[in-house]
């Protein structure tokens, strides 16, 4: 039976039901702080049972703000609607997504939705015998990946150890932070690095919204004789307007998208010519379904797609794009490395390139409460909070 208010099941041939959603909250102190701000990650992982004795398993993210909103959300809103709906992901979240818009078409909303699409194409991939890039039809065997760090509270000569970790690691792109109160520290910080790097290496610089329009201008002329390959997210990703005035002036590339949650947001972007290079967080826009809308609408419009964080996860889906693209790899921040998953990982970075390992399905599977570590060693959870289940 279905829950009050779902549509009427109409199962597809050999497309089961759902049976039950379950949830856990890990949170994992980070073994590089990124400030004083952000010393810890959320992770909201989601198990769905079908009635067919499947399983599949997820996660939303949610890096400092929302985790028990994003457990609300789907242990009370979310799992009595699931009940009895077809275990196909691409139904779901289209139904799920009306459903939840009067809290909001995205953000915390798409973040929960996140979890649920990731464990249904998960099911999914594991009741076909493959790996989800597999399902989705895989391109090629690896993709490159950049090393990335939040590092804007880095010393100088801190910021410059790392990029020399990045290199001796075979990275060939790097991205680092900018926005420091006075940009001529700014402009000291990116010479460093790109006389490290060398003139043949990628640079990009991530703002993270902490400029405005005419202090992002003066930014440029101090930094855009760097080479760099791109300025991310310079200014409130809201101000779509101030966005379409900067790209038109730009002599670097506009980046932006981790900030955008549903894929009417990327459109207004994408048509008002405010972005050269979109990146869809795949968590943030409510999964792999509306990532791969995104991917499309990115694809017509000639626009690069540069997956956002979550190597475990955008190097899979990296795998199945039709155009090339950057794998964003944040310095032990991983899940494997924060001690959250309690298996393989799903990729392995070799090289400067992700390769899959080979496991079923998305490939996740996250400890449990019972086993999380004491809090003393930073690579495994410091707590794990609210495990239920809605069978």
Same mark, same amino acid.
């Given at each position: ?8 099941? $109409? #199962? ?11 949830? *856990? ?17 959320h992770v909201v992982t989601t198990r769905i049972d *079908? ?19 994003? =457990? ?9 609607? %699931?009940?009895?709906?077809? @275990? ?36 999914? @991939? ?9 399902? %989705? ?34 990275? #060939? ?18 010479? @460093? ?27 440029? !002329? ?21 966005? +379409? ?16 949650? /549903?894929?009417y947001r990327f459109r207004d972007f994408i048509e ?6 979109? =990146? ?8 792999? *379904?509306?990532?791969? $809308? ?5 694809? #017509? ?5 540069m997956p956002h964080l979550l190597p475990e996860l955008?190097? =899979?889906?990296?795998? *199945? ?6 794998? !964003? ?23 400067? +390139?992700?390769?899959? /390992?080979?496991?079923?399905? %998305? ?22 909070? =609210? ?5």
């Open positions: 039976m279905n829950a009050p208010g779902a549509p009427a099941a $109409r #199962t597809p041939a050999g497309v089961p039901l759902i049976k039950g959603v379950s949830t *856990t909250v890990l949170t994992a102190r980070l073994r590089r702080s990124w400030g004083a701000e952000a010393p810890e990650n *079908t009635d067919d004795g499947g399983t599949g398993y997820g996660f939303s993210w949610t890096p400092t703000i929302g985790p028990y909103a994003v =457990q609300a959300l789907l242990e009370h809103d979310i799992a009595p609607f %699931l009940k009895g709906l077809p @275990a196909h992901p691409e139904v779901v979240w289209d139904a799920l997504w009306k459903r939840l818009h009067e809290a909001g078409g995205g953000g915390l909303t798409t973040i929960a939705m996140a979890g649920i699409d990731l464990a249904l194409w998960d099911a999914q @991939a594991r009741r076909a015998g493959l790996t989800v890039s597999g399902l %989705l039809g895989q391109r090629r065997d690896s993709a490159e990946v950049y090393g990335s760090g939040v590092n804007l509270h880095y010393t100088l000569d801190e910021l410059v150890a790392q990029v020399r970790r990045w290199i001796a690691a075979g990275h #060939t792109a790097v991205k680092i932070k900018v926005g420091k109160p006075d940009i001529r520290e700014d402009t000291e910080r990116v010479a @460093a690095v790109r006389e490290v790097l060398g003139p043949h290496r990628k640079l990009m610089i991530d703002a993270n919204q902490r400029w405005d329009l005419p202090t992002t201008f003066k930014a440029l !002329e101090a930094l855009g004789g760097f080479g760099l390959e791109w300025l991310e997210e310079p200014i409130i990703a809201d101000d779509l307007w101030a966005y +379409r005035r900067l790209r038109k002036h730009s002599p670097v590339p506009i980046a932006l998208g981790e900030n955008l949650h /549903t894929i008002a010519g405010a972005v050269d290079i979109i =990146q869809p967080n795949i968590v943030r826009v409510g999964g792999i *379904t509306p990532f791969r $809308r995104i991917v499309e609408l990115a694809r #017509t419009n000639s626009i690069r797609v955008s190097g =899979q889906l990296a795998l *199945t794009l039709a155009e090339d693209t950057l794998v !964003e790899d944040v310095e032990d921040a991983s899940f494997d490395q924060l001690g959250l998953l309690a298996g393989p990982a799903p990729v392995e970075i070799v090289d400067s +390139r992700v390769h899959l /390992t080979g496991q079923p399905g %998305l490939g996740f599977r996250f400890r449990e409460p019972a086993v999380a570590e004491p809090a003393e060693n930073p690579s495994v959870p410091t707590a794990a909070l =609210q495990n239920r289940n809605h069978p």
